[in-house]
């Protein structure tokens, strides 16, 4: 079992930043991929960003420019830093790990975003 504990959500204008981090315990498998995904009221899950052990990223186009994701790997710990943060980028973001690229098979307990004036 892997645990992830993310913090750093909370409400900020429209124009600020925001960084997000998660920390994984548990039984760490090697060579994973840690992201972030994010549900708004009434839409579905979408990835936000993906970041390999060897850093290789992956970025939705709504955020490319603006959203920077990073790692530590002797932490264990995923980074999600936000800025010129947009009212639609108002969600429940969600930290997960996976063994593949394209896999999650953990995510953590989602910690809010609301970006309004």
């Known amino acids: 079992q892997v645990q992830l504990v993310e913090s750093g959500g909370g409400l900020v204008q429209p124009g600020g930043s925001l960084r997000l981090s998660c920390a994984a315990s548990?039984?760490?498998?090697?060579?994973?991929?840690m992201g972030w995904y994010r549900q708004a009221p009434g839409k579905e899950r979408e990835l936000v960003a993906r970041?390999?052990?060897?850093?290789?990223?992956k970025y939705a186009d709504s955020v490319k420019g603006r959203f920077t994701i990073s790692r530590d790997n002797s932490k264990n710990t995923v980074y999600l830093q936000m800025n010129t943060l947009k009212p639609e980028d108002t969600a429940v973001y969600y930290c997960?790990?996976?063994?593949?690229?394209?896999?999650?098979?953990?995510w953590g307990q989602g910690t809010q975003v609301t970006v309004s004036s």
């Open positions: 997960t790990i996976g063994r593949t690229w394209s896999s999650v098979d953990y």
């Open positions: 548990g039984s760490i498998f090697s060579g994973n991929v």
């Open positions: 970041i390999t052990t060897g850093r290789i990223t």
